[in-house]
Nanobody, 115 residues
Framework: VQLQASGGGLVQPGGSLRLSCAASGFALDYYDVGWFRQAPGKEREGVSCVSSNNGSTYYTDSVKGRFTMSRDSAKNAVYLQMNNLKHEDTAVYYC?????????WGQGTLVTVSS
């Protein structure tokens, strides 16, 4: 059971990135999945999540209208499309799901928004 996050990088303000969270060892479709981020010197915060029940999504206020979370069943993955990125989006981004009561975190991918 493993999650692997990828897709981070350096982007200018106003730019876009798409983060991926790929699962191995289990079918991600059956689980709720969340994206979290941790900026330097700050606590980890929840960014978005997608439900396994009906595919509904939730976004924290600071990213609403800019970030979109989606699933790809064929690739056993979820994505976080991030548009109109801002300096304050700079952080390490992690995906999380809970399998058999155990938190499974992806390893984190660094997003740096800078001009």
């Amino acid at each position: 059971v493993q999650l692997q996050a990828s897709g981070g990088g350096l982007v200018q303000p106003g730019g876009s990135l798409r983060l991926s969270c790929a699962a191995s060892g289990f079918a991600l479709d059956y689980y709720d999945v969340g994206w979290f981020r941790q900026a330097p010197g700050k606590e980890r915060e929840g960014v978005s999540c997608v439900s396994s029940n009906n595919g509904s999504t939730y976004y924290t206020d600071s990213v609403k209208g800019r970030f979109t979370m989606s699933r790809d069943s064929a690739k056993n993955a979820v994505y976080l499309q991030m548009n109109n990125l801002k300096h304050e989006d700079t952080a390490v981004y992690y995906c999380l799901t809970v399998v058999a009561g155990v938190n499974e975190w992806g390893q984190g991918t660094l997003v740096t928004v800078s001009s």
